[in-house]
């Protein structure tokens, strides 16, 4: 089943802090974080496993709360390289990720 | 170090035709993925192969179907097109460890027009 992704879309301006929601009715063993611009191929952000700990990359993090199996991408201070559309690729099995299933995404456009 | 690489980069077809798509993975990764993006709808799971073998497949009926070579690139097929085939098909690897912690590398995709 597709995890849900909120909001659908979102504007900042530069400078302003972003979080990004992934939630699944199923119980999850990872979630991964992938950021795709236009007309681009998407690109790996991180991956947060089940037990594991808070993950961040530079003024981009994400946790993931295993009662709730929701993740959140927390993007501070954004930047205007930060935008393009964010996935979360959810994962129930333990033994590589062999079948994600991506949330619809989320539109984050940086304007200065 | 190369990156996935996918080819070719545009295609035509008309409903009914077949068309192979080919992606080769990062070196040393032995799992290939295969997405298909059509406009608004995100990633959709494809196929997963790895070592060769169909490990998993998505929700898409059998004229979607592929291969995986010896030398761990790929083929998607995909027989009798229809107008919902358009999308970019996007192909992605990785190493395939127990942990689950395997992130995939994307290629630049194949955009698909059905006519």
């Known amino acids: 089943q597709q995890p849900v992704q909120s909001p659908q879309a979102v504007i900042l301006r530069e400078g302003e802090d972003a979080v990004i929601n992934c939630s699944s009715s199923?119980?999850?063993?990872?979630v991964h974080w992938y950021r795709q611009k236009h007309g681009e191929a998407p690109v790996f952000l991180m991956i947060?496993?089940?037990?594991?700990e808070q993950k961040g990359h530079e003024k981009i993090s994400a946790s993931f709360n295993e009662k709730k199996q929701q993740s959140s991408l927390y993007l501070t201070a954004s930047q205007l390289s930060y935008s393009g559309t964010y996935f979360c690729g959810t994962a129930r099995g333990n033994f590589g990720n062999e079948k994600l299933t991506f949330g619809t995404g989320t539109r984050l456009t940086i304007i200065p | 170090e190369a990156g996935v690489t996918q080819s070719p980069t545009h295609l035509i077809k008309t409903r009914g035709q077949q068309v192979t798509l080919r992606c080769s993975p990062i070196?040393?990764?032995?799992?290939v993925y295969w997405y298909q993006q059509a406009l608004g709808l995100g990633l959709q799971f494809l196929l997963w192969?790895?070592?060769?073998?169909?490990?998993n497949r998505g929700n898409f009926p059998p004229r979607f179907s592929g291969r995986q070579f010896p030398n761990y690139s790929s083929e998607l097929n995909v027989n009798a097109l229809e107008l919902e085939d358009s999308a970019l098909y996007l192909c992605?690897?990785?190493?395939?460890?127990?942990?689950?912690?395997?992130?995939?590398?994307f290629g630049p995709g194949t955009r698909l027009t059905v006519l």
């Open positions: 199923k119980a999850l063993y990872s």
């Open positions: 947060l496993l089940k037990g594991g």
């Open positions: 070196s040393g990764h032995t799992s």
């Open positions: 192969y790895d070592e060769g073998e169909e490990r």
């Open positions: 992605a690897s990785s190493f395939q460890r127990s942990t689950g912690n395997n992130e995939q590398f």
